[in-house]
């Protein structure tokens, strides 16, 4: 069964350091996502991109963060200087149809936890 | 501003049991409802998915149902097994249909043997 996949499983990076974390999403899909969950909070969205273009972002998405589709299979997500308060979970989805009307499948997520 | 709230936050049930899991949302024009199941430290696991036109989704032990005009969902589990035992969440699409998800903040359901 087709499933989204994530890389790495788990980071450890000190305050200030870049990270990319990567994804690669249902080979049909063509809506991707960010969302990320703190220990014991809800599942927050970050971002949303299609057509190479971000459709919507969150007030968490500021200009630390950035998204990419470098080539036709992967997408990443940058934070260019890590703070403590990113540690959390970050989970990829993608979906085949937009918006609203799509279900949304998840990867199993990276963990990055910044010292 | 749409919330998602998921009543109760814990529940332990000896196995076997049917349950009822609550989900209720704030603003009721979304176009689905979507339950997850969530292991410890593991990614989200798509369970069901309910458009706005349906009022039942089944698989297997699991039936969800919406009821859109009150703002409330439920996720029926039956002959609940200890396999089941994880967090489960709901979540709806926010208004600006661009594919982002509002999520509860999950039942953590324990089947005990």
């Known amino acids: 069964e087709p499933e989204v996949t994530q890389t790495p499983s788990h980071q450890v990076t000190q305050m200030g350091q870049e990270v990319i974390l990567r994804c690669v999403p249902i080979?049909?899909?063509?809506?991707f996502y960010w969302y990320r969950q703190i220990l014991g909070q809800k599942v927050e969205f970050l971002v949303s991109?299609?057509?190479?273009?971000?459709?919507?972002k969150s007030e968490i998405f500021d200009d630390q963060f950035s998204v990419e589709r470098p080539d036709g299979s992967n997408f990443t997500l940058k934070i260019r200087s890590t703070k403590l308060e990113d540690s959390a979970m970050y989970f990829c989805?993608?979906?085949?149809?937009?918006?609203?009307?799509?279900?949304?499948?998840f990867g199993e997520g990276s963990r990055l936890t910044v010292l | 501003k749409q919330e998602v709230t998921q009543i109760p936050a814990a529940l332990s049930v000896p196995e076997g049991e049917n349950l009822v899991l609550n989900c209720s949302f704030t603003?009721?024009?979304?176009?689905?409802l979507q339950w997850f199941r969530q292991d410890p430290g593991k990614g989200l696991t798509s369970l069901l998915l309910i458009q706005s036109s349906q009022r039942e989704q089944t698989s297997g032990r699991l039936n969800a149902s919406l009821d859109k005009s009150s703002g409330r969902s439920t996720l029926y589990i039956a002959a609940s097994q200890p396999g089941d035992s994880a967090t489960y969440l709901c979540a709806v699409p926010g208004s600006s249909n661009t594919g982002k998800l509002i999520f509860g903040q999950g039942t953590t359901l324990q089947v005990k043997p």
């Open positions: 603003d009721s024009a979304i176009y689905n």
């Open positions: 991109f299609y057509n190479n273009e971000i459709s919507e």
């Open positions: 080979s049909n899909h063509l809506y």
């Open positions: 989805a993608s979906s085949a149809r937009q918006g609203g009307a799509g279900e949304l499948f």
